[in-house]
Nanobody
């Protein structure tokens, strides 16, 4: 079973950029849809982007400043974030669901496996 390990979160200043990574340890994403989500303490998880056989999808809150990509080995996905704002402060997670086993891969409740997350703090 794929295990997900996120990295790249850190403290950045407003306006800076950051790239997060999510590695499928011991596996690839070939049989899965994979998404990026974030959670602010006290709030539910919010879908940002996902990659499936249908291609890349983005939520309205992510489509302008965030870009998701995958490496050629298909075992790592990235989330590039530009012009970061204090309201982007959150724990960022990647998650997977078996391809075809969902209706909307931007919905947290659809996802089956989660990483532990990586904290992004945007503050001056």
């Amino acid at each position: 079973e794929v295990q997900l390990v996120e990295s790249g979160g850190k403290l950045v200043q407003p306006g800076e950029s950051l790239r997060l990574s999510c590695v499928a340890s011991g596996d690839t994403f070939d049989d899965y849809a994979v998404g990026w989500f974030r959670q602010v303490p006290g709030d539910g998880r919010q879908g940002l982007s996902c990659l499936s056989t249908s291609g890349f999808e983005y939520s309205d809150s992510a489509k302008v400043r965030f870009t998701m990509s995958m490496n050629n080995a298909r075992d790592t996905v990235f989330l590039e974030m530009w012009r970061l704002k204090p309201e982007d402060t959150a724990v960022y997670y990647c998650a997977t669901v078996i391809e075809g086993d969902y209706k909307d891969c931007l919905q947290p409740y659809e996802m089956e496996r989660w990483g532990k997350g990586t904290l992004v703090t945007v503050s001056s």
